[in-house]
């Protein structure tokens, strides 16, 4: 397939839309973020996600039902929100969209700031109860997307120089030879 037969998209569409600069602001007001779903398989998105989020230097309190998890990357795991012994700044949601009601109202009880629902993980009526709570809210996207997401902007004015098929020499325009 050439190049030009390739549709890249401008911007991938999500369900709701946030400006670029709140949700930087957002993830620059934020220092500690309790993971709801958290989980200490590797192959698993929250894992990921959690292992990237405290490399930066956020404090993650991953959050799991499991009681066979104590702790995931050398972090104290929590069974819930309430158990978390100090102020938490957002809630990051990594369970299924029916139980983002429920998530709302327990980040509105231990005194959260942000109620932030992955990718898939959204709630018109989870989102009005959190922002009358005075909350702020983001769904349907992910927060280590959102970090990167200034360096990820495609560079469609660079030429390709792909070879037709692997291990064919290729022409470089710039030099005139095959390499």
């Not at 956020?58 to 104590?70: G, K, R």
């Not at 139980?99 to 990718?119: N, T």
């Not at 983001?138 to 927060?143: G, H, K, L, N």
Request: aromatic share 8%.
């Amino acid at each position: 397939m050439a190049e030009a037969d390739l549709e890249i998209a401008e911007e991938i569409e999500h369900r709701y839309d946030y400006e670029p600069a709140h949700l930087a602001e957002i993830l620059r007001s934020v220092k500690t973020i309790a993971m709801v779903g958290a989980s200490a398989d590797k192959t698993k998105f929250s894992y990921g996600v959690l292992r990237q989020m405290n490399e930066i230097g956020y404090e993650i309190l991953p959050v799991t039902s499991n009681p066979l998890t104590t702790e995931i990357r050398g972090l104290k795991v929590y069974r819930s929100l309430q158990e978390i012994d100090r102020p938490i700044d957002m809630v990051d949601v990594f369970r299924p969209k029916e139980e983002f009601y429920g998530m709302a109202e327990q980040a509105i009880a231990v005194g959260a700031k942000v109620l932030w629902g992955q990718i898939g993980v959204y709630d018109d009526a989870a989102a009005a109860l959190a922002e009358a709570a005075g909350l702020q809210v983001v769904m349907d996207r992910c927060p280590k997307i959102e970090l990167f997401r200034p360096f990820w902007k495609p560079r469609l004015d660079l030429e390709l120089n792909l070879p037709e098929k692997p291990g064919a020499a290729r022409f470089t325009q710039n030099s005139g030879s095959t390499q």
